[in-house]
Nanobody, 116 residues
Framework: QVQLVESGGGLVQPGGSLRLSCATSGITFSMYTMGWYRQAPGKQRELVATITTGGTTNYADSVKGRFTISRDNAKNTVYLQMNSLKSEDTAVYYC??????????WGRGTLVTVSS
């Protein structure tokens, strides 16, 4: 059974840090580009960061220098280290697995709330 399960979300104060994890099962993880996306209330889902099978990363301008995406192929898991969090980072964060022309696979999301 194919599953992507996000974890690590929660309530954090502005300036704080969180580390999100996305554990996968049922896929050959090393063959997938992995990505983190987020959707704030009333807004469209947007790209946060991606990491290719070769480890090349890409970030949205709004998170460059603050967020770091990484992957552990031995654990079939992708991470998102989020530092210097701002209120505008508040959103549901989703993990996505992509492999060429195969259908994208999404997780159910984890809520991150940045508030004092």
């Amino acid at each position: 059974q194919v599953q992507l399960v996000e974890s690590g979300g929660g309530l954090v104060q502005p300036g704080g840090s969180l580390r999100l994890s996305c554990a996968t099962s049922g896929i050959t993880f090393s063959m997938y580009t992995m990505g983190w996306y987020r959707q704030a209330p009333g807004k469209q889902r947007e790209l946060v960061a991606t990491i290719t099978t070769g480890g090349t990363t890409n970030y949205a301008d709004s998170v460059k220098g603050r967020f770091t995406i990484s992957r552990d192929n031995a654990k079939n898991t992708v991470y998102l280290q989020m530092n210097s969090l701002k209120s505008e980072d508040t959103a549901v964060y989703y993990c996505k697995a992509n492999r060429g022309w195969y259908p994208d696979i999404w997780g159910r999301g984890t809520l991150v709330t940045v508030s004092s």
